[in-house]
């Protein structure tokens, strides 16, 4: 796929959502005034907790949910101005399955790129099947395949028009361990392949493994957007846990840690910042007070604790 020569792949400016009121429930501002661009090229994870807004943005782009406010465009097409363009720009794999179960793989794909208007000599739809490895399933009834190939046969589906960015929706939600890695290495051989690809996920591990970068979405507002080596590279503390040869009545002094705390009779927990000190040197440091020491973990933060400090603002409601 070439590189046309605008810089986004998706690009979101000001996108707002609220729900109407619907009897006794409330008006909901699922989306209030998120901005952001998806590189082309990339694996972009869009990564927050249930609730946070994801599906509603996702539903969007789609196509699906109208937006309130804001603009979103699609391979430079305004969904708006241009939603026929927009829409053939993207694939979008949603968060749950649904199938005709009496029809076969190869007949959900040809149904799809008829509706797309894909013309007969031009669709792949055996290619595409082997693509997500169903290639020997393409004439099986629907209603036959697992769990997980019916995930695969939903990618498949997004892929039949050839779009040059496909969305998944939470793809791993509920999937079991094996069937999770085939789906990374789907979504990393799409993106080989020059697929741009965006993932809603609130699996941490998963944005961490997979994407280029990630943005943190909370309470319908972004909170974070950044290549994630950066984004993991913000948890810097590192936990160094030690237990010494003898009860320590009080903290070491003249230790340049950032926090020691007594963990027991004979263990302290030390933080520090691992780009500015070492376990090394601060063992060391212990045992230049005289102190021996008998036993050392350690303890590496991750996206996780990025991932906490971050959401766990306090925010209002609106
Ligand atoms: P996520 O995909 O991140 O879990 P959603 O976009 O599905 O979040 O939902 C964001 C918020 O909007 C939630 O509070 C949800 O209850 C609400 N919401 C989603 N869809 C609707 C709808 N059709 N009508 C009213 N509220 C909705
Ligand atoms: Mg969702």
């Known amino acids: ?31 209030k005034g998120v901005s952001f661009d998806v590189p082309q090229g990339q694996i972009f994870g869009l990564l927050g907790p249930n609730g946070a807004g994801k599906s509603t943005l996702i539903n969007i782009l789609a196509g699906l949910v109208m937006k309130t406010s804001g603009s979103a465009e699609i391979w430079g097409f305004d969904i708006n101005e241009h939603p026929r363009n927009a829409k053939r720009s993207i ?11 009496f029809f ?14 894909v013309p007969k000599a031009a669709r792949r739809s055996l290619e595409i099947l082997a693509e997500v490895h169903l290639g020997d399933k393409a004439n099986a009834y629907a209603r036959t395949l697992s769990g997980g190939m019916k995930r695969r046969l939903l990618i498949a589906k997004a892929l039949v028009h050839q779009p040059p960015v496909i969305v998944l929706d939470e793809p791993t939600a509920g999937v ?6 085939q789906l990374w290495e789907l979504v990393s051989d799409l993106n080989a392949g020059g697929v741009t690809v965006v993932l809603t996920t609130h699996y941490l591990e998963e944005a961490e493994q997979l994407c280029d970068r990630i943005a943190i979405i909370n309470h319908g507002e972004l909170i974070a957007n950044k290549p994630t080596r950066e984004l993991v590279g913000m948890a810097r503390e590192k936990v160094v846990v030690v237990t010494l040869d003898r009860d320590v009545a009080d903290l070491p ?3 340049d840690f950032i926090k ?14 691992k780009d500015r000190t070492t376990a090394g ?19 590496e933060a991750d996206l996780e604790d990025v991932f906490v400090s ?3 603002a306090v925010r209002v409601e609106a």
Request: proline share 6%; no cysteine; aromatic share 6%.
């Open 176 to 181: 079991d361990v094996e069937l999770r890695r």
């Open 281 to 299: 040197q601060i063992l060391a440091q212990l045992q230049g007070e005289g102190f021996g020491i008998v036993d050392v973990s350690t303890r």
């Open 91 to 101: 694939g979008i794999v949603p968060q749950e399955v649904v199938f005709d179960p």
């Open 253 to 255: 002094h003249h230790l």
């Open 310 to 312: 971050l959401t766990s």
């Open 260 to 273: 020691a705390e007594r963990a027991g009779e004979r263990v302290i927990e030390v933080t520090y910042d």
């Open 104 to 117: 076969t793989p190869l007949e959900v794909l040809e149904n799809t790129a008829g509706f797309y208007g």
């Open 1 to 31: 796929m070439d590189s046309p020569d605008f810089p986004a792949a998706i690009r979101i400016r000001d996108l707002a959502k609220v729900y109407a009121a619907q009897g006794s429930t409330p008006a909901k501002h699922a989306l």
